[in-house]
């Protein structure tokens, strides 16, 4: 957050810290757990990749709220794609 100086005092501005949440597999998108605007917990599950027959949950890597969902259930995803936001 930063501050900015004004004459009568300081007004704080700037937005919450946000967390990309990355795939760590290339696969599918099988299973969306969460919502825009849910509140989680760290290690709460994200959503469900499936790749080479395993389901693999992706947690939350600490507390937060969901900002945006960028895949939706069946899509490939390959590793590094962003698939969640949260704001902390």
């Known amino acids: ?3 900015v ?3 009568a005092g300081f007004v704080e ?8 949440v990355e795939a760590q597999i290339t696969g599918n ?10 509140s989680v917990e760290e290690e709460d ?3 469900v990749v499936e790749s080479m027959k395993m389901e ?3 947690e939350a890597p600490e507390s937060g709220r969901v900002a945006e969902i ?5 899509q ?5 794609d962003i698939l969640v936001v949260l704001e902390g």
């Open 1 to 3: 957050m930063g501050v």
């Open 5 to 7: 100086r004004r004459a």
């Open 13 to 20: 501005w700037g937005s919450a810290l946000s967390i990309e």
């Open 29 to 38: 998108v099988w299973k969306i757990e969460v919502a825009v605007g849910d």
């Open 45 to 47: 599950v994200l959503l």
């Open 56 to 58: 693999i949950p992706v």
């Open 70 to 74: 960028r895949v939706e259930e069946g």
């Open 76 to 80: 490939p995803i390959e590793e590094g």
